[in-house]
């Protein structure tokens, strides 16, 4: 299986990859940004996404975070 993965970066700072996403423009620019809603996959970028990342999987609509983490809905 492959999947496209979106990117995300919170307001504090924290960067995500997911599986969802929503269309955006401005200023006659244009992308996708990756968002929780609806999402399976999500990888919290923590560090050197290059030596490191951590996947959760969806299994419903509410998933418990790992340790350290935010709850996801």
Do not use: S
Not at 17 to 26: E, G, N, R, S, V
Not at 38 to 51: E, F, K, L
Not at 62 to 67: I, S
């Amino acid at each position: 299986m492959v999947l496209k993965l979106y990117y995300h970066k919170t307001d504090g700072g924290a960067e995500y990859l997911m599986d969802t996403f929503i269309p955006w423009k401005h200023n006659g620019k244009r992308g996708k940004e990756g968002v929780f809603k609806g999402a399976r996959y999500i990888v919290r970028i923590d560090g050197d996404i290059t030596q490191d990342a951590e996947l959760a999987i969806r299994e419903d609509a509410y998933h418990e975070p790992p340790q350290g983490g935010e709850a996801v809905r």
